[in-house]
């Protein structure tokens, strides 16, 4: 039992999917940073600015208080924060499922034909 039966050519295809694997999931980790950034310095900035643009000034202390309060509310688990934090990386993950949803109905497609 002790003894590794696998040939040369299957320890090459098992280290090369998890060479794929671990590739496909930093990629993923980059992404989901990159994006958790946007949604937790860049949306609350914008949604800062505009707001104040439109409505005026902010009923507190500025940005620090407003982004004071959002971050607590995130720390709470509100999940409208959570929402407004992760809805940068949702909308990309979206917009990644409608289109690998369309290429696999056009290779449908061109199957039937």
């Known amino acids: 039992m002790g003894k590794d039966t696998r040939s040369p050519i299957a320890e090459f295809v098992v280290a090369?999917?998890?060479s794929a694997l671990v590739k496909a999931v930093r990629k993923e980790t980059g992404l989901l940073v990159a994006f958790l950034f946007?949604?937790?310095i860049v949306i609350p900035v914008a949604i800062y600015v505009v707001g104040q643009s439109i409505f005026?000034?902010?009923g507190g202390q500025g940005?620090?208080?407003f982004f004071g309060e959002l971050s607590g509310r995130i720390r709470s688990g509100d999940r409208v924060a959570w929402f407004l934090v992760l809805s940068?990386?949702?909308g990309w993950q979206t917009l990644r499922l409608m289109?690998?949803?369309?290429?696999?109905?056009?290779r449908r497609k061109k199957a039937r034909v």
């Open 16 to 18: 090369e999917n998890r």
């Open 99 to 106: 289109l690998f949803g369309w290429r696999l109905t056009s």
């Open 88 to 90: 940068p990386y949702l």
């Open 56 to 58: 005026g000034e902010y």
């Open 63 to 65: 940005y620090g208080q």
């Open 38 to 40: 946007l949604g937790l």
